[in-house]
């Protein structure tokens, strides 16, 4: 079945410094792919997305690229603030491949905690 | 836009009690998905709902169910709880055709 797969961490970086998150799938079909973040004692708040190989999905100056050839999605920022300490869920959906036409399910990883200190 | 919306908060309860937890979408979106959140199992999904009908579910035991009115909310059951269901309960909302979903605050369920 599908998976996700990322550093789980925890990361601690310091203000200004960059950051990134490896994040590789699995999937039979062509998935979307997107990144979530959460901060404390919240929900997950979509963070960016890719729906086909080779686009780039970018929020806040996060960007990540959907490589098709290495089946990854790493989330990437040159100059990490405070403000960006929380955990990051990297996630893949097949609309459609489940019990019919348009359901939706998405495959989480396990989440990496950021903590960037000042 | 309102976001989606999870009521209550928190919430405890005992082992053995059920519990009805509700999700009301963006208006507009017809599609709700729930999802267990645990420290040991991470985000894990439970089941999907399009126009009142179950699309899709997760490999959950029947102690735990779910249904969608028409205009689109959502509630999930949980009966005869147990320790482990202590988790955080996430709902989301999609639109026909979309391609992302859009996550509620939670409900933070205790069982002690």
């Not at chain 2, 035991?61 to 059951?77: A, L, T, V």
Request: hydrophobic letters at 30%.
């Amino acid at each position: 079945g599908d998976s996700v797969t990322q550093m789980e961490g925890p990361v601690t970086l310091s203000e200004e410094a960059f950051l990134t998150i490896n994040c590789t799938y699995t999937a039979t079909g062509y998935p979307s792919l997107f990144w979530y973040v959460q901060y404390p004692g919240e929900g997950l708040q979509l963070l960016l997305k890719a729906t086909k190989a080779d686009d780039k999905g970018s929020n806040k100056g996060f960007e990540a690229t959907y490589r098709k050839e290495t089946t990854s999605f790493h989330l990437e920022k040159g100059s990490v603030q405070v403000s960006d300490s929380a955990v990051y869920f990297c996630a893949l959906s097949e609309v459609g491949k489940y019990s019919g036409a348009g359901s939706y399910q998405l495959t989480f990883g396990k989440g990496t905690k950021l903590s960037v200190i000042p | 836009k309102a976001g989606v919306t999870q009521t209550p908060r928190y919430l405890i309860k005992t082992r053995g009690q059920q519990v009805t937890l509700s999700c009301s979408p963006i208006s507009g979106h017809r599609s709700v998905s729930w999802y267990q959140q645990t420290p040991g199992q991470g985000l894990q999904f439970l089941f999907e709902y399009f126009s009142e009908t179950q699309r899709n579910k997760g490999n959950f035991p029947g102690r735990f169910s779910g249904r969608q009115f028409s205009n689109s909310r959502s509630e999930m059951n949980v009966s005869t709880l147990e320790l482990g269901d202590s988790a955080l309960y996430l709902c989301a909302s999609s639109r026909v055709g979309g391609t992302e979903a859009f996550f509620g605050q939670g409900t933070r369920l205790t069982v002690v």
